[in-house]
Each structure stands twice: as structure tokens, then as C-alpha cells.
């Protein structure tokens, strides 16, 4: 059974920074592109950015409204992906999900609440 | 970037009717990568339809999409009590972005 399995979400500070995980099971990790996709509350869904598998040498590409803030790595022995986020702005505040690509955004984990305020 | 708009914002509806949710993009979606994403309350989305048309696995034959270039439309033949969520059309190219979503509730 695939399972993506999201942690870290916490309070922070604007201009602050955090890293939020995904623990990935049930599927070969190191094949995939994974993503992250964010939804603040009561709002629709924006897409993060990814990272993509090795044999594209593990590429990200990021939404224009996180570019150059946020970051997306991996550990394939560990079958985890990471966002690192910089200079939090309150805008930021939302549920981050952590999103299987095989070929489309197919398997989604339940999302982890990042807060940003003062 | 590909920006998508769904229409209707709500869509107010009684068991058993029929819904159609339209999805209309900036310019044509590359190799009909448009999907469908059923979300309900404090749950992450699920994937409905791919492709344009194709169901995703166990998703019921009531839940159809077609169209083509810009314009697609997600079709719920017989509206089931569990049908009640918000729905968001999707686009896979690079970068990828989603419509803002269309409520549908009960009447």
C-alpha cells in the first residue's frame, strides 16, 4: 500500500525558516518525481514545486511565488523528501502535502499545517 | 504558465441529479495532461480522472471527463450523497497548476 506520510509542520515566525518531511512506503521511492502542494484554509490548491529521480539527476523546479525561498531535496535510502522554506511571510500559512508523480500526481499524504505569525 | 478556470464556483444540487463542472484553460493543455481531483473536508484530494477521461482505479462509471485544447468538463452522472465535496480540474505540464475549484452541495 502506498503511503506518504508528512511531519514537521509547526508555528513560525515571519521571516523565519522550517523544514517540513515525507515519509514515503508501499512504492520504489527512488524511481518517482516527488512533489509538494500546499493549501491554505478555506482556499484552493497551489502547486510547490518537485523534485525529480535520479536519472534526471534530480532536477526541482518551484511556483513562482516560492521560487528562491523554498527548497526541495531527497534521500532515497531513506525514502524521504524534504521542503526547506526560508524567509517565512505570513502567505506562507497553509497544509503542505507530499505528492506521488507516477506519470500524474496520483497518491497524496494527509498534509502537514505550517503556521506563520507573530 | 497555464492558468485554469472552473465554473461554476458552487454548484447547488440534489441527490440523483446530474452535475457538469467546466474547466477552461489559458491555452491548450500539452498531451491532454488534465485531471480531476474529488476534496472533502479535512482530507487530502483524490484522483478522479487522468487523461482527460480515464478513471483512476475504483473510482465509479458515474464520474466521466472529456474535452479537448482549453475546454474540459468533469460530468457526475447521478449525484451520490458521498458526491458532495469540492472539485478541482488540474494541469500536468510544467509548471503544473490547478483551478480554483468548484464547490458542489446539497440543495
Known amino acids: 500500500e502506498v503511503q506518504l506520510v508528512e511531519s514537521g509542520g509547526a508555528l513560525v515566525q515571519p521571516g523565519g525558516s522550517l523544514t517540513v518531511s515525507c515519509a514515503a512506503s508501499g512504492f520504489r521511492f527512488s524511481d518517482l518525481t516527488m512533489h509538494w502542494v500546499r493549501q491554505a484554509s478555506g482556499k484552493g490548491l497551489e502547486w510547490v514545486g518537485r523534485i525529480r529521480d535520479k536519472g534526471y539527476n534530480y532536477a526541482t523546479e518551484y511556483g513562482a511565488s516560492v521560487s528562491g525561498r523554498f527548497f526541495i531535496s531527497r534521500d532515497d535510502s531513506k525514502n524521504m523528501a524534504y521542503l526547506h522554506m526560508n524567509s517565512l511571510e505570513v502567505e506562507d500559512t497553509a497544509i503542505y502535502f507530499c505528492?506521488?508523480?507516477?506519470?500524474?500526481?496520483?497518491?497524496w499524504g494527509q498534509g502537514t499545517l505550517v503556521t506563520v505569525s507573530s | 504558465e497555464i492558468v485554469l478556470t472552473q465554473s461554476p464556483g458552487t454548484l447547488s444540487l440534489s441527490p440523483g441529479e446530474r452535475a457538469t463542472l467546466s474547466c477552461r484553460a489559458s491555452q491548450s493543455v500539452r498531451s491532454n495532461y488534465l485531471a480531476w481531483y474529488q476534496q472533502k473536508p479535512g482530507q487530502a484530494p483524490r484522483l478522479l480522472i487522468y487523461g482527460v477521461s480515464s478513471r483512476a482505479t475504483g473510482i465509479p462509471d458515474r464520474f466521466s471527463g472529456s474535452g479537448s485544447g482549453t475546454d474540459f468538463t468533469l460530468t457526475i452522472s447521478r449525484l451520490e450523497p458521498e458526491d458532495f465535496a469540492v472539485y478541482y480540474c488540474h494541469q500536468y505540464g510544467s509548471p503544473f497548476t490547478f483551478g480554483p475549484g468548484t464547490k458542489v452541495d446539497i440543495k
Open positions: 505528492v506521488r508523480e507516477n506519470w500524474l500526481l496520483d497518491y
